[in-house]
């Protein structure tokens, strides 16, 4: 797609009328904001009941006109929605159990698997979450109550998915919560897990993981496999770790020292299996589809079927799942013949995951994704487009005497500006979020980001085809592009690490306050909507974000 079809800033994508969903997401992470900070300790029935009122004399004054209508209707539904959401959070916020404080204590139980952490070949242990189905005799109360896990398997190494069911033996105590609000235990506390087991080994498998848990499980060991072909030195298999961490999301595939440098640039977001990957594999099957000449409905129903195998066999993380949602969306829209909005999809995928969990919207991984994605549509993709206009190569000349050279030069051009802009939304609308879960503040990381991301693309996509030729069992065609695979690898990893040794681009820091992060997130969208809409402004409000950002990290950052 060329950039003059992306949506301009003022005359599509940044009009609040465009979006009707927005007006319903807004309310709704308000009323949640509102229960997970102000205690109420009545019934959720006192809310629900004025929230019901609001709603409906709102959509009753909707359907009049004058004053009423445009001045009254929408402050009334909002605050319906408000109160409506804030009850939702009441209800379907997880409680402790009674007496959960137990001391740490051996204990021996069944639990099936919900989630896996960590490849069991690959360090030897078994880590993920678990929900505890016959608990030890002494302590009934613990059936069904959710428990983070770390043992030693001891057999049945193939058979551990999600779905099976594994008697185990070891220590079993409370999740203790260190204060961290973005960190791991706040994480497993606000999903409802509060058991930790440790300290102890499997005994039994009881009862296997579903039989498509199973061939997603068989499909990711073969493709990891069909990733280390080849990979005979330790510093080729340490470049197909980098492989098999961004197509299969196995961050424990790489070393420390890797993981280390990526974790300090800023660029570890390339290892996550989230909108970017399903984006970059969604975007390659669709342009597969698109030059087969495929039809539109038969191409977006094979398309997503496809991502949703993909999402699978990565083990379907949350963060892959919202990215499914938000693909097929879109993609439906597609095969109806309909006209396709991300925006509108991006709004829909999250009122849904927040109507399906609504603890999803303190978890540091939904306020990523939404947020990178959010700002590459609302600000990278319009700041793009005016890049392109201001710095548009051979202006002066008709596009139509431009010679071959000319052409490939503006196309290239073109395509590092989209790259920039899209890298400096990205790395500028998740600053806030990475100071406050990684301890990290890096502005070296747009530079970086913006040279990277195409970089990594490429090689998530080679990485992809490598896999599909292992799949049918063509390990010649597997291990030649492996070879490819690796130089993309090197050349990535070295940009990283030359990237680090340039002084003042990246640091170590906190917020003084830790609520500053999502605050000043939320001050650059607003302030960044509101002066979009000033009938006056020109370009200015391409300059909103940053100066927000510059204002709070002034106040609120502090260097470690």
């Known amino acids: ?42 019934s959720p029935l006192w809310l629900i009941v004025p929230g019901l009122v609001l709603v409906m004399v709102a959509l009753w004054l909707s359907r009049g006109s004058g004053p009423l209508k445009y001045g009254l209707w929408g ?58 189905e016959g608990p030890p005799k002494l302590l009934p109360a613990l059936g069904g109550q959710r428990a983070f896990f770390v043992v030693w398997p001891e057999q049945f190494v193939d058979d551990y998915a999600p779905g099976a069911r594994v008697r185990v033996r070891g220590r079993l105590g409370v999740l203790e919560d260190d204060g961290n609000d973005y960190g791991f235990n706040a994480f497993l506390i606000r999903s409802g ?25 068989a499909l990711n060991l073969r493709i990891r496999d069909s990733l280390r072909l080849g990979a005979e030195t330790e510093n080729e298999r340490s470049l ?60 977006a129903v094979l398309g997503l079927a496809l991502v949703t195998a993909y999402v699978m066999v990565v083990g379907h993380p949350p963060s892959a799942l919202r990215a499914l949602l938000m693909v097929g969306i879109f993609w439906l829209a597609v095969g109806f013949q309909r006209k396709p909005s991300a925006m509108s999809a991006l709004l829909f995928s999250a009122i849904g995951v927040l109507l ?39 202006r002066f000349l008709p596009e139509d005497s431009w010679s071959l050279r000319q052409r490939t030069w503006a196309k ?30 890096t502005p070296g990381a747009v530079l970086l980001n913006t040279i990277l991301l195409p970089l990594a693309s490429v090689a998530l996509v080679t990485a992809g085809v490598s896999a599909v030729f292992g799949l049918v069992g063509a390990w010649p065609v597997s291990l030649l592009i492996n070879h490819l695979c690796w130089v993309l690898n090197w050349l990535l990893d070295k940009i990283v690490a030359a990237g680090l040794l340039a002084p ?3 640091h170590a820091a906190e917020w003084r306050y830790l609520p500053l992060a999502p605050i000043t997130l939320c001050l650059m969208f607003l302030g960044y909507l509101i002066v979009l809409h000033l009938p006056t402004q020109r370009a200015g409000y391409l300059w909103t974000p940053p ?13 470690v």
């Open 1 to 42: 797609m060329s950039l003059d079809a992306t949506v301009d800033a003022r005359a599509g994508l940044g009009r609040l009328g465009h979006w009707p969903l927005l007006w319903l997401l807004l309310p709704i992470v308000l009323g949640y904001v509102l229960g997970a900070g102000m205690p109420w300790q009545g």
């Open 75 to 132: 402050g009334l539904f909002i605050g319906g929605v408000i109160l409506l959401a804030w009850a939702y959070w009441l209800m379907r916020e997880p409680q402790p159990p009674t007496g959960f404080q137990l001391p740490p204590r051996e204990a021996e139980f069944s639990m099936r698997i919900d989630r896996l952490f960590a490849d069991v070949r690959q360090n030897g242990q078994l880590s993920g979450l678990a929900t505890i």
């Open 193 to 217: 897990v509060y058991y930790r087991f440790d300290s102890g080994s499997t005994r039994a498998l009881e009862r296997p993981a579903p039989e498509y848990e199973l061939i997603a499980r």
């Open 240 to 299: 197909a770790g980098i492989s098999e961490a961004m197509l299969l999301g196995r961050k424990e595939a790489l070393g420390r020292s890797q993981k280390e440098r990526f974790i300090e640039s800023g660029t570890m977001h390339l290892f996550a299996v989230s909108g970017l990957h399903i984006g970059i594999i969604a975007g390659a099957i669709f342009l597969i589809f698109d030059l087969l000449r495929l039809p539109r409905p038969i191409g």
């Open 356 to 394: 399906w969990s609504p603890q999803e919207l303190l978890r540091p991984g939904f306020q990523l994704s939404y947020a990178v994605v959010g700002g590459i549509l609302l600000y990278g993709l319009p700041l793009s487009q005016f890049l392109a206009e201001r710095f548009r190569p051979y």
């Open 412 to 441: 290239a051009w073109r395509w590092f500006l989209l790259a920039a802009g899209v890298s400096f939304a990205a790395t500028l609308f998740s600053t806030p979020l990475t100071i406050a879960i990684f301890g990290v503040f």
């Open 504 to 506: 003042g681009l990246f």
């Open 547 to 559: 100066a927000i950002l510059a204002v709070m990290l002034v106040l609120g950052l502090r260097l």
